[in-house]
Nanobody, 129 residues
Framework: QVRLTESGGGSVQAGGSLTLSCEPSGDTGSNTWMAWFRQSPGKEREAVAT????????YYSDSAKGRFIISRDNTKNIVVLQMNDLTVEDTAMYYCAAGTGSDWNRYTQRPAQTDFTYWGQGTQVTVSS
């Protein structure tokens, strides 16, 4: 059974930085895309960033581009989301997700929740002004 465990959330002032980590356990397979989603109260869960199994392909939402960096270390089995220049609008519950679909375009063109099979419990990020 695959389990994703997030850590690193917390409270920070606008302009600050946070680093989120996700540690998968269990057999996620060797062809697994990893992603970070977020959800604010009253809003739909949205993809923030995704990264390919080989780490060479990434996707960022428009709001994340230029501020967030997703990375993964397959030897340590960890996925990291470095978030910089945070704003109040970044306040949300952040979720780690894993997907094993064969259509890789789905992970780089407006990835959706349905493209991912495994989910973590989430970690809260709160940005204050």
């Amino acid at each position: 059974q695959v389990r994703l465990t997030e850590s690193g959330g917390g409270s920070v002032q606008a302009g600050g930085s946070l680093t989120l980590s996700c540690e998968p356990s269990g057999d996620t397979g060797s062809n697994t895309w990893m992603a970070w989603f977020r959800q604010s109260p009253g809003k739909e869960r949205e993809a923030v960033a995704t990264i390919s199994p080989g780490t060479t392909i990434t996707y960022y939402s428009d709001s994340a581009k230029g501020r967030f960096i997703i990375s993964r270390d397959n030897t340590k089995n960890i996925v990291v989301l470095q978030m910089n220049d945070l704003t109040v609008e970044d306040t949300a519950m952040y979720y780690c997700a894993a997907g094993t679909g064969s259509d890789w375009n789905r992970y780089t063109q407006r990835p959706a929740q349905t493209d991912f099979t495994y989910w973590g419990q989430g970690t809260q990020v709160t940005v204050s002004s």
